[in-house]
T-cell receptor, first 116, second 113 residues
Framework: GAVVSQHPSRVICKSGTSVKIECRSLDFQATTMFWYRQFPKQSLMLMATSNEGSKATYEQGVEKDKFLINHASLTLSTLTVTSAHPEDSSFYIC????????????FGPGTRLTVT | AQSVTQLGSHVSVSEGALVLLRCNYSSSVPPYLFWYVQYPNQGLQLLLKYTSAATLVKGINGFEAEFKKSETSFHLTKPSAHMSDAAEYFCAGAGGGADGLTFGKGTHLIIQP
């Protein structure tokens, strides 16, 4: 149980285009979803927190107009990187939390974004 | 604010030897603490978590960690290393149940045959 999927696993896009990454909780309802990015050989940095039906809360330094997050249902959150640039190339990982009381996040397998 | 520090970006042990990966946290409130493992180009797998119940936490694959408030530490141990344990390990913390995680920089565990 508690499986989180991401799609696509890898994506290459041209500079200036937009790309959408999906995060799905397959066997539970995720009240909260989180988006992280990880640069090569570095740690994960929290980008934003989203609750179903609400606007996402972005961490300091993360451009909300560039990284659009939608959490329209209890099983799906999307991250859209708008007008992507090479410096946006990274490993994007989502996680989902089912229960705000007993805390645990389940992580997706990640999406490798390369902007050329 | 929560912060997590992992001592040692690389740790090398012989197969069968004790594994000790260090993690210290700083927080003004009792934290939630986690250890995750990441294999190349994959997501994170939860090894174990501390949520203010027992201070000695047992996880998967023979790993365990002890929460020591006096030392603000949550070190990860395994009595006998296996080749399959070679991976990147992350310590993470959160101040509350609805917070995103703050990760340490990670420790790359190398297992020598």
């Amino acid at each position: 149980g508690a499986v989180v999927s991401q799609h696509p696993s890898r994506v290459i896009c041209k500079s200036g285009t937009s790309v959408k990454i999906e995060c799905r909780s397959l066997d539970f309802q995720a009240t909260t979803m989180f988006w992280y990015r990880q640069f090569p050989k570095q740690s994960l940095m929290l980008m934003a927190t989203s609750n179903e039906g609400s606007k996402a809360t972005y961490e300091q330094g993360v451009e909300k107009d560039k990284f659009l997050i939608n959490h329209a249902s209890l099983t799906l959150s999307t991250l859209t990187v708008t007008s992507a640039h090479p410096e946006d190339s990274s490993f994007y990982i989502c996680s989902a939390s089912a229960d705000r009381g007993f805390y645990e996040q389940y992580f997706g397998p990640g999406t490798r974004l390369t902007v050329t | 604010a929560q912060s997590v520090t992992q001592l040692g970006s690389h740790v090398s042990v012989s197969e069968g030897a004790l594994v000790l990966l260090r993690c210290n946290y700083s927080s003004s409130v009792p934290p939630y603490l986690f250890w995750y493992v990441q294999y190349p180009n994959q997501g994170l797998q939860l090894l174990l978590k501390y949520t203010s119940a027992a201070t000695l936490v047992k996880g998967i694959n023979g790993f365990e960690a002890e929460f020591k408030k006096s030392e603000t530490s949550f070190h990860l141990t395994k009595p006998s290393a296996h080749m399959s344990d070679a991976a990147e390990y992350f310590c993470a913390g959160a101040g509350g149940g609805a917070d995103g995680l703050t990760f340490g920089k990670g420790t790359h565990l190398i297992i020598q045959p």
